[in-house]
């Protein structure tokens, strides 16, 4: 079992920066893949970014391609915990959305919920402009 809590959502301006932060723990973490997505209100949810289990690869959605950034700590000695981070740039009236971080038992950049095996409970972000 993995536990996966976010933070560092908020309220910005439009052009405002924000990291979001993933600490996953409860398991032997090596082999993980992690990944964000988020759901705006009436919508449904969508991949944001990914990240493979080592964070030598990554792969972002179109839309926020050039603007947010995925990456991770080294996991810990133990392999308990590790921590994924979102940082995000320029951000958008349209990035305004709840914020989800995902784990999935795999190694390389997932891209699909189903994909997903551990999720957070989610940060709301609100960008305005």
């Known amino acids: 079992q993995v536990q996966l809590e976010e933070s560092g959502g908020g309220l910005v301006q439009a052009g405002d920066s924000l990291r979001l932060s993933c600490v996953a723990s409860?398991?032997?973490?090596?082999?993980?893949?992690m990944g964000w997505f988020r759901q705006a209100p009436g919508k449904e949810r969508k991949f944001v970014a990914a990240?493979?289990?080592?964070?030598?690869?990554?792969?972002?959605?179109?839309?926020v391609k050039g603007r947010f950034t995925i990456s991770r700590d080294a996991i810990s000695r133990d392999a308990a915990k590790n921590t994924v981070y979102l940082q995000m740039n320029s951000l958008k009236p349209e990035d305004t959305a709840f914020y989800y971080c995902?784990?999935?038992?795999?190694?390389?950049?997932?891209?699909?919920?189903?994909?997903?095996?551990?999720w957070g409970r989610g940060t709301q972000v609100t960008v305005s402009s």
């Open positions: 990240i493979n289990y080592n964070g030598g690869s990554t792969y972002y959605a179109n839309s």
């Open positions: 995902a784990a999935a038992q795999a190694m390389g950049v997932m891209t699909q919920e189903y994909e997903y095996d551990y």
């Open positions: 409860g398991r032997t973490l090596t082999n993980v893949a």
